[in-house]
């Protein structure tokens, strides 16, 4: 079979899914192999899993960067793994119902249908700050950075490597999505994603190319100046919309992203 994946570090491989423009990351050890996130549809996952089996043979672990489906609704097909996430993730995966999912993307997104076949398998391996796995002659750092896309993002870091998997707390190929997050948290939950990230390390976004130090210190400012919109904003009592407009995402992602803040600045979210 022609694997999708390609190698950005030894070891390390990247398979840029075309639906959605997912990422997942297959990080192999001598003795076992972390596989991060795992694609929407049974369909995807079966085809993921023959990939994966494809490329090495040495036990597998996966972990879930956060509760959205293209990152967590393949985890049946790897009934043998166990299944790293934080909890909070847990939570939102276990009360998900893919029926919900679909009517909210089949629309845009017919080819996802497979999502209604879907099993979707929680994950066992709570991981509320941080776990080190052994993969044999290296280390994958799972670690909880704060709140920022979600509540209970997680990122991998592969100190060996000089790599790190952001999940959706970082974003190459759009803005970043505010639906489930904390706009107010977001830029200090990167600040310690940035701690794990030199000169020359490799950042994996959520969705996307593959980014350096330079893309996630800009995505940070960017950030940060949201931020400040809305705390200057809820000060002023300024409308939402107002406050978006001057955002430096899109309109529609920022009015998102100006709600989610207002209500957590009221006590709300
Ligand atoms: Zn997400």
């Not at 190698?7 to 398979?15: D, F, Q, S």
């Not at 995807?44 to 043979?57: F, G, I, N």
């Not at 080819?111 to 994958?140: F, K, M, N, W, Y």
Request: proline letters at 7%; glycine letters at 8%; charged letters at 20%.
């Amino acid at each position: 079979m022609t694997s999708g994946f390609v190698e950005v570090a030894p070891g390390i491989h990247v398979l840029r899914h075309p639906v959605l423009d997912v990422n997942v990351t297959l990080i192999v050890g001598d003795t076992s192999a972390l596989l991060v996130d795992t694609l929407t549809t049974a369909g995807q996952a079966r085809e993921l899993a023959d990939m994966v089996a494809a490329m090495t043979a040495v036990p597998l672990a996966v972990v879930n960067t956060h509760h959205h489906f293209d990152h967590c609704f393949g985890n049946a097909a790897f009934l043998d793994a166990p299944v790293y996430a934080h909890p909070e993730a847990i939570d939102r995966i276990r009360t998900t119902d893919p029926a919900d999912v679909w009517r909210e993307w089949s629309r845009t997104h017919p080819g996802l249908s497979g999502v209604l076949d879907t099993d979707i398998r929680v994950p066992d391996r709570p991981v509320v700050h941080e776990t080190a796995l052994d993969l044999g002659g290296r280390t994958a750092v799972l670690r909880h950075p704060g709140r920022g896309h979600t509540a209970g993002d997680l990122i991998v870091h592969v100190p060996d490597a000089a790599l790190v998997v952001a999940g959706d707390l970082v974003e190459e190929s759009g803005p970043p999505g505010f639906s489930d997050a904390y706009p107010l948290e977001w830029p200090d939950t990167v600040s310690a994603l940035l701690e794990r990230v030199g000169p020359a390390s490799a950042v994996v976004p959520g969705h996307g190319a593959v980014v350096d130090r330079a893309f996630v210190l800009a995505q940070h400012e960017r950030l940060t100046s949201l931020a400040w919109l809305i705390r200057d904003g809820d000060a002023d009592g300024a409308v939402a919309e107002k406050v978006a407009a001057r955002s430096p995402f899109g309109l529609d992602a920022s009015l998102v992203a100006v709600r989610r803040g207002y209500d957590q600045l009221a006590g709300r979210g």
